[in-house]
């Protein structure tokens, strides 16, 4: 088994979400420091949530597990509208209440969602879809499926937002990155820290590596093969073993959602 020597590793997701990562890394041999850099809040007009028409709608798709955290204490399925979630969390998710959803094989982002054929041309179009997603989400995916001939309504319930930044921190060894926008979180909350930008980062997309390196991170950064906790828990101990090394592990094609 895999030991990470008693190392540092800063998780910077949502306080929710970070629970098995965390456990992963203890089980390792290593310390998980928590600093959310990222709080997800319920929007509070209710309004567009109430009027998604979802009882017209022929396919309801799911954006994450925090859109099926917020949206389903409000909404009635009906048996008619086809569910589709963005991958195996958040079809989990759905199914804890009792709702079976289809997801696309990893990596879990919107380009395998599209080549899904539930959402093929002919089988979408003319059909209305309700997308369920977070305030500011990317819009790739609803204008592929209007391309292809789709009718469709973005629901957004909830929002991110920046917790307040500690007064300190103390560094770490490896800094686990999961979007963009957590890595600007972070840069903001920890400004002034020098040994941010000296710090190894682990993320989950070229995307966010190549902001990285934009906003002056000078350590190595690794791209996890997966976007998931165990890609990301791979890409720590792949880090850990080439620490202060200047090559990182092979960049994969996932992108952010």
Known sequence: MQNLNNIKILVTRPKEQANTLCQMIEIAGGKAVRLPVIEIVAIENKTALLNSNLKKSDFAIFISANAVEKALP????????????????????????????????????????????????????????VIFRGEGGREF??????????????????????????????????????SVEGLKNLLNMLKGQTWVQNTPFVVISERIALKAKQWGINAPIFVAARASDEGIFNAVLEAKRLKGQPQGIAPTNNNLL
């Open 74 to 129: 409000n909404l009635d399925l009906p048996p008619q509208c086809q569910i589709i979630a963005v991958g195996k969390r958040t079809a989990e998710k759905l199914k804890r209440s009792g709702i079976k959803a289809l997801y696309p094989p990893p990596p879990f982002n919107s380009e395998t969602l599209l080549e899904m054929p539930e959402l093929q041309p002919a089988a979408i179009q003319g059909k209305k879809i």
């Open 141 to 178: 995916l609803a204008k592929t499926l209007q391309q292809r001939g789709a009718i469709v309504n973005y629901v957004n319930v909830y929002r991110r937002i920046q917790p307040p930044a500690p007064a300190k921190m103390n560094p770490v060894d490896i800094i686990t990155i999961t």
